[in-house]
Each structure stands twice: as structure tokens, then as C-alpha cells.
């Protein structure tokens, strides 16, 4: 590629390229967390109720080479510089650059603001890495495809997790439902019937890496137990796949269930998480678990649409910090 073609690169120093802004949605797992980690089959969606955009302005007049960070949500108001090598959104300005074989970033400010909340399972390392990758190729003239966003969205979740499955980078890229098993192509799911889900946070901020490390040392102290377990929650997801593919969403809320009573065993949940689990159920949802690393995070409902509301009334009123009714749309509907 080389460079930034000379019009583009004209047209940011006068300032006359527009703000740059793009933007990712957040993701539930719908069924097979933690099983994917060991090559089982997993289930996760887009949540478009909630989003990172990412927006970048040319400052032709400020001094040359100032990159200025301006991240609300997690506290950064700062100069490039400043933040180390390793930091995710150095890491992934770096490799935008490298993919795109530029030297550098024409002086701007680039500012990232999310409605996800963080460390709860909902995407929100992925969803800044998409949104930015996106915004800062576009700002350089050449803006990247799914397929190149997703693999350095990847590169950037092992910077945050050490070693992710990928399905959160692939499902926020994508903004699709998605079937995925590790290092094998993803498959889209042909939804059948609209799903709706209350996404309900405990507020209890749960650190991925370190569940998914905690779940590896028991699962190498007991093989046996921890294989049943993951290949239990792997008949689930394709057991989920062929439901929703039909339309068979009371099947699909019963696997849902089975699935956070084998996450139970795992121990990934927490008292708060069967607490709102519990409280969707007796409310007459389809089928509730945790969503994502566990022990903290979110827990996602399958309802009816007309008792989402009151589900999520209920769920905030046992505690939930935050409830999002989301649907996933029929294939092709939306
Ligand atoms: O980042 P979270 O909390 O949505 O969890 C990701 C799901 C895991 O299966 C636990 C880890 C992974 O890399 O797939």
C-alpha cells in the first residue's frame, strides 16, 4: 500500500476531510462460553442497543506528530506518547499502520466513547479495537474489510485476554449471529424466528482473563470432569444452532437453562448471577444463564417480546445494575 495517496493526505492537512466516525455493537454469548476456550462449539450475538463509536478529527494546526487520546470511558485524556507499547490502543494504531504499511498517523484526535459497560462480558475490548480499527483505516484513506478489522481486532484481544477464542471480535465485526468453533470459518446462523433477550447486568465487574485462567487450572487438575462438562455444553450449542435455525425457541430457552446449571459446575457463576437468573425464570422466561467469563457480568433472559419489559422491570428490581432488551432479528428481517 505504501502511503497515504496524496489528495487524502491534502485534504486532511486543510482540515477539509470531515470527522471520521465509525462505530462496533456490543455481543452476548448465547450458549458454550468457556467450552469454545477448548474447541467446542459456541453461540453469540450482536447487541445493537449498545455501541462504541470511535471519531477522529485532523488537527492540521496542532504541533506535528501530537496524537491526542481522548477515552471518557476509561479515564484517558492524554498524548499518544504517554501510553505504554503494550497499551491496547497504541497496539492497535500500530498494527492499523503496519497492516496498511504507513509510517505514521497524521497529527489528530482521536476520541472513543462507549455505551458498553466494561468488564461485564458484553464485548467491550472487542468492540473498541472494531470501532477503532475501522475509524483510524478510513481516516487513512484505506479503509479496511471485515475480514482484515476482525484479524487485528484479534491480535488486540490476545493484548487483553492471552488467549481468546475470537469469537468476541468475530461476532462484533460481524454484527451477525454467529456459530463458532475455534480456527474453523465462522458460520452465520439462519435465524428463523426473532429472539428477544433481556440483557441484565449484576454490576459485579468480572476480569476475563483471569476467569478463563482460573477455569484452565481446574479443568488441568480434572481432565475428566472438566471434558464432560465441556463436551455436555457442546451438544447444547448444536442442540441451540438446530432450534433457532427452526424456530424452536421454548427449546431454545430450556438449553439456555441446562447451559448455566453445567456453568454452575464450572464455577464461573456467583450468588448474584443465579440470584437474576432465578428472578427471569419465575417471571416466565424461556430459558435464563450467565453470558460471557462469569462470576460477575451480565446474564441474558430468552422472552416473549411482550413480557421483556416486565422481566426486565423485575430483574433491576432483584438487583440488576442496568437491563437492555435486545432482539435478533429474523434472517433477512432487519
Ligand atoms: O469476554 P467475555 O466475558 O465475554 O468472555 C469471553 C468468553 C470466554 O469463552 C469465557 C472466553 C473466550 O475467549 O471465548
Do not use: W
Amino acid at each position: 500500500m505504501g502511503g497515504i495517496c496524496d489528495d487524502h493526505l491534502l485534504s486532511l492537512l486543510r482540515g477539509s476531510v470531515p470527522a471520521i466516525s465509525c462505530s462496533a455493537p456490543g455481543k452476548v454469548i448465547l450458549c458454550g462460553e468457556h467450552a469454545v476456550v477448548y474447541g467446542k462449539p459456541a453461540i453469540a450475538v450482536p447487541v445493537l442497543e449498545v455501541a462504541t463509536k470511535c471519531n477522529i478529527f485532523a488537527r492540521p494546526s496542532a504541533p506535528s506528530d501530537e496524537i491526542t487520546i481522548v477515552a471518557p470511558n476509561i479515564g484517558l485524556n492524554c498524548k499518544l506518547g504517554c501510553l505504554v507499547e503494550s497499551h491496547p490502543i497504541r497496539a492497535t494504531l500500530r498494527l492499523v499502520l503496519e497492516h496498511l504499511q504507513i509510517d505514521h498517523l497524521p497529527v489528530c484526535e482521536i476520541r472513543i466513547h462507549s455505551t458498553l459497560p466494561t468488564a461485564a462480558g458484553m464485548g467491550s475490548s472487542a468492540s473498541v479495537s472494531v470501532a477503532m480499527i475501522r475509524a483510524v483505516s478510513t481516516f487513512l484513506g484505506h479503509p479496511l474489510d471485515n475480514v482484515e478489522v476482525n484479524s487485528i481486532a484479534f491480535e488486540i484481544e490476545k493484548i487483553h485476554h492471552g488467549s481468546p477464542s475470537g469469537i468476541d471480535n468475530t461476532v462484533i465485526t460481524y454484527a451477525k449471529p454467529l456459530f463458532y468453533v475455534r480456527s474453523t470459518p465462522y458460520e452465520f446462523l439462519q435465524v428463523q424466528k426473532p429472539m428477544t433477550l433481556v440483557v441484565a447486568n449484576t454490576g459485579i465487574r468480572s476480569s476475563t482473563v483471569q476467569v478463563v485462567g482460573e477455569v484452565k487450572q481446574r479443568a488441568s487438575s480434572e481432565p475428566q470432569k472438566y471434558d464432560h462438562l465441556f463436551s455436555k455444553i457442546a451438544e447444547i450449542s448444536l442442540t441451540v444452532r438446530k432450534c433457532i435455525e427452526t424456530g424452536a425457541l421454548d427449546e431454545v430457552g430450556k438449553k439456555l437453562s441446562e447451559n448455566h446449571i453445567l456453568l454452575q459446575e464450572i464455577g464461573v457463576s456467583c450468588p448474584k448471577l443465579d440470584e437474576l437468573v432465578s428472578c427471569a425464570l419465575t417471571h416466565g422466561a424461556l430459558g435464563a444463564k450467565l453470558s460471557g467469563s462469569g462470576q460477575g457480568g451480565n446474564m441474558i433472559a430468552l422472552v416473549d417480546a411482550e413480557q421483556a419489559q416486565n422481566v426486565a422491570n423485575e430483574l433491576k428490581t432483584a438487583g440488576a445494575v442496568n437491563a437492555v432488551i435486545t432482539q435478533v432479528p429474523a434472517e433477512g428481517k432487519k
